[in-house]
Each structure stands twice: as structure tokens, then as C-alpha cells.
């Protein structure tokens, strides 16, 4: 069973914006904190944004303001909105998931990716 599945990726143009959706299987507790990271052309992944169960959020600087992240328990999903798009956020997005109810530096799970393009 795949743990993380994400869908809401595509193709906008700069300023644009696409909301990114991730559900977590019943292999992953509701309460457990989690996140998306990002993987550019050429680069190293990166972490994007985390939220706890009590839905304190941390964002990366180059993304603050624009993204927000989401959750909902009872569902078990997690949601990142990205607005005001730049070709720079372009990549592979990744939603990700923890053991424990805060984020760390190592996420325990990992979706499989959805492509985000955005075009000037």
C-alpha cells in the first residue's frame, strides 16, 4: 500500500497559482505531523513546509507568503496552496510524513512526487 498519494501538480504560468493534495493510508496515524519537500532540476531536495497536530506550520523562507499548508484529521490529508507561482518553484513535489507528531529533519514517508511547472 502506497503510504503518501499526491495529486493537484501541473502547468501554470508565473503568478499562477495550483493547490497540491496528499492522502495518507491507514498505515499513517491522523495526528502525525507532515510536510512537503521539493526536488528542482539539478538540485538537491529541499523541505517546503511541515504542520503538526496542532497545526503549527513551518515554512521555508522562499516560499513564506505564498505557500500555506493544511491539514485535516479526520481525513488524514495534508494540503499545500501555492500562490503567486515563480518559475523557481518549479520541481517535483513531495509530500511527506512523520513518526511522530512534530516534523524532524528526516520524514519518515514519502510520496512517489507531482510535477510543478511554471512557466514565465
Known amino acids: 500500500q502506497v503510504p503518501l498519494v499526491e495529486s493537484g501538480g501541473g502547468l501554470v504560468q508565473a503568478g499562477g497559482s495550483l493547490r497540491l493534495s496528499c492522502a495518507a493510508s491507514g498505515s499513517i496515524s491522523p495526528i502525525n505531523a507532515k510536510g512537503w519537500y521539493r526536488q528542482a532540476p539539478g538540485k538537491l531536495r529541499e523541505f517546503v513546509a511541515s504542520?503538526?497536530?496542532?497545526?503549527?506550520?513551518t515554512y521555508a523562507s522562499a516560499v513564506k507568503g505564498r505557500f500555506t499548508i493544511s491539514r485535516d484529521v479526520a481525513e488524514n490529508t495534508v494540503s499545500l496552496q501555492m500562490n503567486n507561482l515563480q518559475p523557481e518553484d518549479t520541481a517535483i513535489y513531495y509530500c511527506?510524513?512523520?513518526?511522530?507528531?512534530?516534523?524532524?529533519?528526516?520524514?519518515?514517508?514519502w510520496g512517489q512526487g507531482t510535477q510543478v511547472t511554471v512557466s514565465s
Open positions: 504542520i503538526t497536530y496542532g497545526t503549527t506550520s
Open positions: 511527506v510524513a512523520y513518526d511522530t507528531t512534530y516534523p524532524t529533519n528526516s520524514p519518515d514517508y
